[in-house]
């Protein structure tokens, strides 16, 4: 019987934001959590309920052009260690950024994040609770596994917090107070 030699174990490097922003090239499907770099390549799936909220929100803007419009993928500073990228965002005039910037100057109004199996772990709780800390007025997370949308937003611009929280799913109907006259059917949204 032989031994067992112990096999070195390298920790993962930690980065701050500002490394993060450093890094050399685009990185793609790639976040900082707590210091971690965490990459997910999205599903086929996962794009395309990615791609129809996207175009629903596009759809939206032209008719309502006073109420801005939405985006992909935009890195969004959380604090020192945390760097998220909403996979769909909405921002208001007042909010939106430069159309030459790579990163959201302030929180988006509305982040839409939607979970894959392999980091839907950090949305509900890390993620969440970062955009909640930045002062993000809705989040969205759309869990297709579930086929349901948990929706957090604040009751109005001055709560400290997340203070309404709905769970949709089939036949009921997503809407924002951000986005009046905007109506989702969430049954639509997962059937791709």
Avoid at 47 to 60: C, N, R, T
Wanted: aromatic share 8%; proline share 9%; hydrophobic share 35%.
């Amino acid at each position: 019987m032989g031994t067992v030699t112990p096999m070195a174990v390298r920790a993962p490097q930690r980065f701050t934001a500002d490394e993060f922003f450093a890094l050399p090239g685009e990185l793609e499907f790639t976040e900082l959590i707590d210091g971690e770099l965490v990459v997910d390549s999205p599903s086929v799936r996962h794009q395309d309920i990615v791609g129809y909220l996207y175009v629903e929100l596009m759809l939206f803007s032209r008719t309502h052009p006073d109420a801005r419009r939405p985006g992909l993928e935009v890195d969004t500073r959380i604090d020192d260690d945390s760097v998220y990228r909403p996979d769909v965002w909405w921002c208001t005039p007042a909010h939106f950024p430069a159309m030459d910037t790579n990163r959201h100057p302030g929180p988006p109004d509305l982040v839409i994040e939607v979970r894959s199996p392999t980091t839907g772990r950090y949305d509900t709780g890390r993620k969440k609770d970062g955009y909640e800390a930045i002062g993000v007025p809705e989040l969205w997370l759309v869990d297709p596994q579930r086929e349901r949308v948990l929706v957090y937003r604040r009751s109005t611009s001055a709560a400290p917090a997340f203070d309404v929280e709905l769970d949709l799913r089939e036949g009921d109907t997503l809407t924002s107070p951000l986005l009046p006259s905007l109506e989702l059917d969430v049954t639509a949204i997962f059937d791709r």
